[in-house]
C-alpha cells in the first residue's frame, strides 16, 4: 500500500450483531443472544489489504455480513466514504452494494453448478445493467477471465469442468464485474490446497495493484494473511484483541491471544524451529451465547488474574506502551499486554 494513501474507505464503529436465542413453538420468546460481534471498530484504508484473523466462530463471517449489509447489526455503524450504509436503503443501497464486492469461502458451492461460467462472471450486471450495456457483456466477460488468467475461451463451461483454484479465479472475476472499490474475501483459499493458495493469493495482490482495491481479507490463521495483508486485527469471541501492522502483530505481539496463535504457526527453518517457543491454549473457545466476564478470553489465558474477570480490556494503545517506541505500541485488548518475541526471526 502506498504510504499516501491513508483515507479510510471504510469505517467500522462499535459495532454489535446478536442473534437472539428463541424457544417455544407458538409463544416464542427469547431466551437468550448469540453475541457473535459484540462491539468492534476498525478502518480499511483506500488500497490496504486488512487481515481479520481468528479461530472458527469468533464473528469474522458476520463482520463481512455486516459490511455487506446482508445482515442488519443490533448498533453500531459502518460508514462508507463516511456515509452509514447499515441504514441504507433502496437506490442508494444498491449504489453502494456495486461498489462493495464479495469473494466467497467455498468455490464449490459458491458458483452455480448449472450456470456457465459466462454467465456466472456476468450475473452482476443482470442487476446492475448500468455496468456494461448489453451487447458488450460477453466481452467484458471474456476479458474478466483473461484478468484472473482463464482462458477466455471457456466462456461457455460449466463449474464442475474447472479444478478448485480455477474455480476461486471466477469467483474473483465475478467480484471485480462491477469494477469495485472493496472486495471483502470471506476465506478465499481455505478451500484450496497449499501450493494453489500461493497463486490465488498473488493473483489477488496483481489486481489489487492493476485495479485499486481495498481488500478485507479473513482467515482463520495468522500465515495465510501475513503475506497479503498490511495490517492484521485479531478477534476473539466477538471482540477484536489486537490490531496493526504486519510489524507490529508478527514481530511484536503483545496480547496473549496473538502471541499464541503465532507460535503455533508453522516456521520453516528448522533451526528457528528447534529455538521457538510453544504456547499450547487450554480448554475450548467458551460459547458466544454465555461469554466469559471481562476479558473474554480470560478462560484460556495464563496470565488472566482477577482484574481480568471484572474489567474488560478495551482495544486502544496499552497503558505501560504509551512511552513506548516503535511497533510494539499498537491497540491491544489486554490489562497486562506486553511485548513477547514468539517466532524467532
Ligand atoms: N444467522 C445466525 N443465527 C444465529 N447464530 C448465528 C448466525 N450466524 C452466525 N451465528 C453464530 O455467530 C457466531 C459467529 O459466527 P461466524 O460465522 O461469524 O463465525 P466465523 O468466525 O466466520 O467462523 P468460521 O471460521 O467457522 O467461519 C457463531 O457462534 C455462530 O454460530
Ligand atoms: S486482559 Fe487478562 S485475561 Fe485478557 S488477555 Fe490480558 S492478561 Fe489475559
Ligand atoms: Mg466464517
Redo the contacts with the bound molecule.
Sequence with gaps: MAETAREPILEVRDLVKH?PLTRGVVFRRQVGA?K?VDGISFELFRGETLGIV?E???????VAKLLMNLEQPTSGEVLYKGEDITRLSGRALKAVRRNIQMVFQDPYTSLNPRMTVGDIIGEPFEIHPEAAPKGDRRARVRELLDVVGLNPEYINRYPHQFSGGQRQRIGIARGLALNPEIIICD?PVSALDVSVQAQVINLMERLQDEFELSYLFIA?DLSIVRHISDRVGVMYLGKMAEIGTDEEIYEHPTHPYTQALLSAVPVPDPDARERRERIILHGDVPS?ANPPSGCRFRTRCWKAEQRCAEETPLLAVPEVLRDAEGPVRHPSACHFAEERTVVPT
Design positions: 442473534f448469540v457473535a481468528g472458527s466462530g469468533c464473528g469474522k463471517s458476520t476465506e482463520h458466544p
